[in-house]
């Protein structure tokens, strides 16, 4: 059955102190990765989409990397305002961009 | 451009009560999208559409009805709410080209 691991569940972090979200995924086939990052009473807000394994990218403090069994969130030098719940879901081929999501990591970044 | 735009956002429902939540979105996009969230699980297809006119189900579409009448717009209801059916309900939308799915802020179900 296909399905999206995300873990850990949360995390804690002090401001300046790098780390690593991961999203588990087995899937029929891939057409794509997404990242959303969504605040509380918020909908999703689309991060990034990868398509292959090896590709990379980048948007501020985050970056996301792409395996063909997982992806990895990096947050570096993590502020505040980074605080959110990142979520992950993948989309399969010839699936009508239907979307598969993972529970979610909650993130708390403190000063 | 208010992009995905979901209405009502908040709304108590006593059992048995009927309601529809509105979608709509102003970016042209063909597919649309129904899910739903809570708490300790990810985001959840209820029903899709792929273009005016057309829907089909997704992974948890019981108790469910959707019309796509016009391409902007996108309709959910609930004929007779059940309290299993309390959660937050997110609309998204997406054009046929691009991957990336727009979500809406989600409307707050309540059923009592």
């Known amino acids: 059955e296909d399905q999206v691991t995300q873990s850990p569940e949360a995390l804690r972090l002090q401001e300046g102190e790098s780390s690593s979200l991961n999203c588990s995924y087995t899937?029929?086939?891939?057409?794509?990765l997404f990242w959303y990052r969504q605040d509380p009473g918020k909908g999703p807000e689309f991060l990034f989409t990868l398509y292959s394994a090896g590709e990379e990218k980048e948007k501020e403090r985050l970056k996301a990397t792409l395996t063909k069994k997982e992806s990895f969130l990096h947050i570096t030098a993590p502020k505040p305002e980074d605080s959110a719940t990142y979520l992950c879901?993948?989309?399969?081929?010839?699936?009508?961009?239907?979307?598969?999501f993972g529970a979610g990591t909650q993130v708390v970044v403190t000063p | 451009n208010a992009g995905v735009t979901q209405t009502p956002k908040f709304r108590v429902l006593k059992t048995g009560q009927s309601m529809t939540l509105l979608c709509a979105q102003d970016m042209n996009h063909e597919y649309m999208y129904w899910y739903r969230q809570d708490p300790g699980m990810g985001l959840r297809l209820i029903h899709y559409?792929?273009?005016?006119?057309?829907?089909a189900k997704g992974e948890v579409p019981d108790g469910y009805n959707v019309s796509r009448l016009k391409k902007q717009n996108f309709l959910l209801g609930l004929e007779s709410a059940a309290p299993s059916q309390t959660s937050v309900y997110f609309c998204?939308?997406?054009?046929?080209?691009?991957?990336?799915?727009?979500f809406g802020q989600g409307t707050r179900l309540t059923v009592v």
């Open positions: 559409s792929v273009g005016e006119g057309t829907t």
């Open positions: 998204a939308s997406r054009d046929r080209q691009n991957t990336e799915a727009f």
């Open positions: 899937v029929s086939g891939l057409r794509g």
């Open positions: 879901a993948v989309q399969e081929t010839d699936s009508w961009g239907k979307l598969q």
